[in-house]
């Protein structure tokens, strides 16, 4: 994962998808992920997880049990990014893209039009992006550290 690339929706640089995901051909095009509809078409970085058994895990086993997952966020990149652990995509940051509609008039069960998350289980957890519509050609994002 030390070379995986942040996605430029969740801000995930975790390219293993959590053991409980549906199974999906990830070497086929045009395949829409059952859980976030991502498709395969820009996602060909990501593998599946192993198999594998946590004592007491509900529905299977999820990301936020993983021990790997949980001494990621602690690396300094991860605290940078303000990464925590998503029991879907692994680690994603808790900032919303630049581009992400405002949820600040959001109610508890509306969802993401962009990833079907629900806001029930993301309020207080996510915060909007700082305002970069001023940002020059070749700036660094305040929360990836990547050029835009």
Do not use: F, R, Y
């Amino acid at each position: 994962m030390a070379t995986a690339t942040a996605c430029p929706i969740v801000g995930t640089t975790n390219d293993v998808l959590p053991p409980n995901h549906p199974d999906i051909d990830l070497s086929k095009q045009g395949q829409k992920c059952p859980v976030v509809g991502a498709t395969t078409d820009h996602h060909h970085n990501l593998h599946k997880h192993p198999p594998v058994h946590i004592e007491g895990a509900k529905g299977g086993p999820i990301a936020t049990a993983c021990p790997v997952l949980k001494q990621v966020v602690e690396q300094p990149k991860s605290k940078a990014m303000d990464d925590e652990i998503c029991p879907v995509v692994g680690t994603a940051t808790t900032v919303l893209p630049p581009d992400h509609p405002s949820t600040k008039d959001a109610k508890e069960g509306d969802v993401c039009p962009v990833t079907k998350a629900t806001v029930g289980h993301h309020k207080s957890k996510v915060h909007e992006h700082p305002d970069v519509k001023a940002a020059h050609k070749g700036a660094v994002c305040p929360v990836a550290g990547v050029k835009v």
